[in-house]
Each structure stands twice: as C-alpha cells, then as structure tokens.
C-alpha cells in the first residue's frame, strides 16, 4: 500500500458511509435507496481503483476490474432514475427503463476482451485498458448525466421551496461533479501516465457529506453523525496502518513478504485503535455536535421559561432576542394572521410570497387562540438552512409561546375584573353606608315632622279663630291670613316628609300621581327657588292613579326634577312636567328640561349601578328610579341630545277605579 492508495481508498469509504445511511433510510424515501445504490457502484469503482495500485499481478488486476465494471454499467439508468424521481420529472420514466435493458445486455460483455482487453502498468499502479465496447459505455454514461444535469439545472430554476432547492444544487456540485471528473479517467485508459483525476471523488462527495450534515438535504443526520465517527476512525486507523506498514516496508524490504509485514503493521494499529478510540469518538462529537446540542438546550430552555411568563409583549420580546442570538438572524417578527387566513403548522415561503420580500423565510404558526400568528424566521447569517430537527423544535416553541401568551391574556383579564370587582365592593359599600345614613335621616325627618305637626296644628287653629272674627278689611287679618297660609306650606312639606319616610312601611294601593309631583316639588323648592328656572306642570291626565307606594313614586319624580335642576344649573331654563292617559288608560308622565343634555355613551350608561358624571355622585339616583319603576310594572325612556336638553317618558298601568 502506498501514498497513491489514499485517495481512492478515502473515496470508497466515504461513498460506502452514504451507502450505509441509504439504506437505512430506503424504506422510507425512494430517492435514499436509488441514492445507496448510485454511491454502491462508485464504492466498487473506488475499490477497483485502490486495489490496482496495490496489487503486483496484472492478471488479478484485469479480473477485478471486470467485475467492478459488470456492476458498474448499470450507472446509466441509475443516474437518470434517480434524478427522475428526486425532482419529480416522471416523463424520463421510459427512457431510463430503456437503458436498465441495455445494460443488462451490456453487463455480460464486460468480461470479455472486447470491453477490457487488458491493463498498463504506471507508477501508481495498475490501470485497465478499453475494448470497443466500453466506448459504448463511456458514451451512454456521459450522455446519461449530461441529461441528468441538465433535469437537475431546470428543476432548480423553478423549484421554490428552499429545501428542496438546496438538496438539487449539492447533488449537482456532488454527484455531478463526481461523475463528470470519473470520465477523465479514460485518458489514463488510453495511455496518459497522469494520476486519474476519478480518485478525488472524495472532494465532491465530501460537500455532499457537509450539506448532508449542515442542512440535513437528505435527512441523514443521525446516520451521518454515526459514518462520521465511523469515517474518522476508519481513516486514522488507516493512517496508521499505512504509517506502520510504510516502516515495515523500510525494515524487511524484499525479504519478507507484504503479508507478513501487513499483520506486523496490524497489530500496533489495533492497539492504538482501542486506546485512543473514546477520546477520538468525544473529540468529533466535541467538534460536530456541540454547535447543535447547545442550540437544542437554548430552544428547549427558552420554549420553557416562556411558559412562566405573564405578559404577551414580554413573551415576544425574549422570543425575539434569544432566537436571533440562537440563529443569529437577519430578521424576526411575529404577524398576527389576518382574517380567514389559511393557516400552516409550517410554511416555507416562496419567492412570490410578501413575507419573502421583507426578508422572511420561513413562518411557524403560533396556535393562540386569542392572537393565531406566524413566528417569521429570516436567513441565518451563515445561509444555513433551517434543518428538520430545528423545525420541530420551533414549532414545540410557538406552541408553548401561543399558551404563555394565552395565558397572560387570561390573568390580565383576570386582573382587570379582579379590580374592578375591588371598586364595585368599595363603592357599593359607600353607597350602603350612604343609605344607611339616608335612612338615619329619614327617620329623623319622620320624627320631626311628627313633633312639629302639633305645634303647627295649633298655631293654625288659634289663627282661623281669631280670622273669623276678625274684619276681613283691616291689616291685622291681612297678616294673619298672610300667615296662615305660609303655615299651611309648611304643613304640606311635613306632610310630604312623612309620606317619603314611609317607604317601606306602606303597602301598596292607589296613589295619585299629580299628589306625588307636588310633593317632590315642596322638597325641592329651596333647590330652585333662587335659580333662574321656570316650573311648568301640564296635569291633562284624567285618571292619575296608579298602583304603588306614594313615597317611591315621590322618590322617582325628586330623582328626575333634581336632574333637570341641576342639568339647568345658574342658566334660565324651563323644566316642564306633563301628564297624560295612553289610548290604553295608562299613566304617561313627561319630565322634560333645557339643560346641558347627554351623549351617546352617557345614554347608554345612564341607568346602571354606580355609573355617575358628577364629581361627588354616587351613581345611585336613576338606578334606584329605573328599579322602582320596574317595580311598580312601568317603563321609563330618555331622549337627549348634547347641548339640547333631556326628556325622561314615564308610563305605569292605571288604576281603575270603581
């Protein structure tokens, strides 16, 4: 074995690592299998060649190239067949079932002179020589992988998908180039003392080999990992083999022969082989994998980590800066699916695509369910492509990113109502503590009213007493019924404090409408006695009974009148209360002012719980009006307008009387 030795033998091992890795995968892809099958014949070429240069018989030399061309000339359908089927051109599908007959007539002829009539001795060993029929051969193999370059180079152009595109362009600068530099070899048949240029196959291959690994082209990586390792021991076994051997060669020279001297480089190889073997294996892992494995441990750690935390935009962010340190990325984004979108699990985006033009080229659908998005990947900075692996842990990625994100929509929503159920009980507890004291004050008013009724009672009757006997001319009657009847107003207000405070110990029964009017009016009148407001009462209803409580129906009409007052506010205004009977008998009650008016959202909040305008309000007032409506079988309605005032319309059920 000599210098010369290498290069072929480097070749034929690392043609038969591919072999290997396609055959474990033929089961699954048809490509793989026919890939094995291309990489078998060009094993037993590189074979040939390494024994020739070995080998001091030019007989065995002769045999042995014939067997290795009676397998090799079915490369002529076999590039065609399988460049068919890994771009998907099934139009070849007769041509290459052609040449699979031709060379089943061609393979038997091989062994004889008129294919390989013999072999030359050069100073690196033996080399066959050609018959007529192997110029047969020679024409059918270039012509077969002149068209398979020329599918390959097609399909390239219009292939889109950045996989797929890259597996066409390494087969071509591979197997291609491979097969090209193989027909050089023919000089070296007819004659020329050059070193075949056929036993650097390994270079060609090689890429492959990188584009195997480094894009994973043919999904392999596993197996590549494994006929790595397998390579490199091989070939440092080998180095030393060839070392020892070498030395041999040097020691015994011509008197012992290669056999001997052989087992003598054997045996320290395979002592060194073993000791050295771990610390090589951890070396190429070292030196391979470590690359990979931290970036699986990042994705694997970030995919986690994201799940603990609870803000969408934090969760983008940290997804954003950790991938573009993972991958170093030229560009990164997250884009909400717009509306009927069909959605991917993954989308590798083509040239047409909008994504593509902003620098995206690959897309992992985020499944939230509140935000469904694209997580948008650009190129890697060192143009490597995204490999299967990397892919399904992306996608485990945007999985666990769609939860956390789904997740920190429900605790803020969470948040927000826990907030506002926080203010809802404080505000409510205000307004308890605010009822409570109205009531306090109610029952204070009760109690006064009550006092005060019999001094007034009293004071009232002493009066009409001396006003019957009085001279309705003179100015002291003037007085006293000038008195009188400011002491019967007061006796109205006390009447009408009584009833109010009586709410809830009255059962209901007919109450007049107009009565309950009037006393909101005696209430209210220090609240706009001093104002510019003009109180206009239209009574046209001629039944203004209704079934219910005279003191929250009088509460209602204080609520509505003291809106319309401070509505009004120090403008002149008018507040006008009418009422009126439907066609259906019912009571119709009209509270309509020329204040500031509402807005649309005002409107539309005006009668819930706690829901005010007023700086000091309490949001109670016309929730409490809209409730004792309800509750005495009526409805209420409001019309307003900004700037042109408001109209409350009012309608109960009438009582009819017998």
Same mark, same amino acid.
């Given at each position: ?392 842990? +992306?996608?485990? /990625?945007?999985?666990?990113?769609? @939860?956390?994100? =789904?997740?920190?929509?429900? &605790? %803020?929503? #969470? ?51 001396? +006003?019957?006997? /009085?001279?309705?001319?003179?100015? @002291?009657?003037? =007085?006293?019924?000038?008195? &009188? %009847?400011? #002491? ?71 609520? #509505? ?98």
């Amino acid at each position: 074995m000599s210098i010369y030795s290498i290069p072929p033998l480097v070749s034929s091992v690392l043609l038969f690592i591919f072999v290997t890795m396609g055959l474990f995968k033929g089961r699954e892809k048809k490509e793989n299998l026919l890939f094995s099958f291309v990489c078998l014949l060009g094993f037993f070429l590189n074979l040939d060649k390494t024994l020739l240069t070995i080998l001091q018989d030019g007989n065995l030399s002769l045999m042995i190239s014939r067997i290795d061309h009676f397998f090799l000339v079915f490369i002529i359908p076999l590039y065609l067949h399988f460049t068919s089927v890994i771009t998907g051109r099934r139009e070849y599908t007769l041509l290459y079932k052609t040449l699979y007959i031709v060379a089943l007539f061609l393979a038997p002829l091989t062994q004889s002179d008129y294919y390989l009539k013999g072999v030359n001795r050069y100073f690196f060993g033996f080399f066959a020589t050609p018959g007529p029929l192997f110029y047969i051969f020679g024409t059918l193999s270039a012509l077969s992988v002149l068209l398979s370059l020329s599918i390959l180079l097609t399909s390239l152009r219009s292939e889109k998908v950045g996989l797929k595109r890259a597996r066409i362009k390494y087969i071509i600068l591979s197997i291609g180039v491979a097969a090209f530099v193989n027909h050089f070899d023919v000089l070296v048949m007819e004659g020329w003392e050059i070193y075949p240029l056929g036993n650097f196959v390994f270079l060609p291959m090689a890429l492959l080999g990188y584009a195997i690994y480094k894009h994973d082209i043919m999904e392999w990586r596993i197996f590549l990992n494994r006929g790595l390792q397998f390579f490199v021991l091989l070939l440092f076994s080998g180095g030393i083999f060839t070392a020892f051997l070498t030395f041999a060669e040097n020691i015994f020279g011509q008197n012992v022969g290669f056999w001997v001297k052989a087992f003598f480089a054997f045996l320290p190889t395979i002592i060194i082989f073993f000791a050295f073997k771990e610390k090589i294996q951890e070396w190429i892992v070292t030196v391979t994998l470590k690359e990979q494995i931290r970036r699986r441990q990042i994705l694997k750690e970030l995919s986690f980590s994201i799940l603990r935390i609870r803000s969408v935009e934090e969760a983008k962010d940290i997804v954003f800066s950790r991938l573009g340190e993972i991958f170093s990325l030229s560009a990164c984004e997250i884009r909400p699916c717009e509306k009927d979108e069909p959605t991917e699990p993954i989308r590798f985006l083509k040239e047409n695509d909008p994504d593509w033009e902003r620098g995206f080229r690959i897309g992992i659908f985020v499944p939230s369910e509140h935000f469904p998005s694209y997580l948008l990947l650009g190129e890697k900075k060192d143009l490597s492509l995204y490999t299967e692996e990397e892919i399904e842990l +992306l996608s485990i /990625l945007a999985n666990n990113l769609a @939860l956390a994100m =789904d997740n920190a929509h429900i &605790l %803020r929503k #969470l948040k927000e109502f826990t907030e506002s159920l926080e203010r809802m009980v404080e505000e409510r507890t205000k307004a308890l503590i605010r009822s409570e004291s109205l009531a306090a004050v109610g029952r204070l008013a009760s109690g006064v009213a009550h006092e005060l009724n019999n001094p007034l009672g009293s004071v009232m009757s002493t009066i009409e007493y001396h +006003l019957d006997r /009085l001279d309705k001319k003179s100015s @002291l009657y003037e =007085d006293l019924d000038f008195c &009188l %009847r400011e #002491l019967r107003r007061a006796d109205g207000i006390v009447k009408s404090l009584l009833q109010t405070a009586r709410q809830r110990d009255e059962e209901k029964g007919p109450v007049d409408v107009h009565k309950a009017i009037d006393d909101a009016l005696r209430i209210l009148y220090t609240e706009y006695r001093k104002k510019q407001i003009e109180i206009v009462k239209s009574y046209s209803a001629k039944n203004p009974f209704i079934i219910g409580v005279h003191g929250r129906l009088c509460q209602v009409f204080i609520n #509505l009148i003291k809106n319309g007052i401070e509505a009004i506010g120090i403008d002149k205004g008018k507040l006008e209360i009418k009422t009126d009977n439907a066609q259906d008998g019912s009571v119709m009650v009209t509270v309509e002012d020329t204040g500031s008016g509402m807005d649309e959202e005002t409107k539309a909040n005006l009668f819930k719980p706690f829901f005010t305008t007023k700086a000091q309000g309490v949001g109670l007032g016309l929730y409490i009006t809209y409730e004792i409506v309800r509750a005495l079988n009526g409805q209420i309605r409001v019309e307003s307008e900004k700037g042109k005032g408001t109209r409350f319309e009012l309608t109960f059920p009438a009582y009819q009387r017998l």
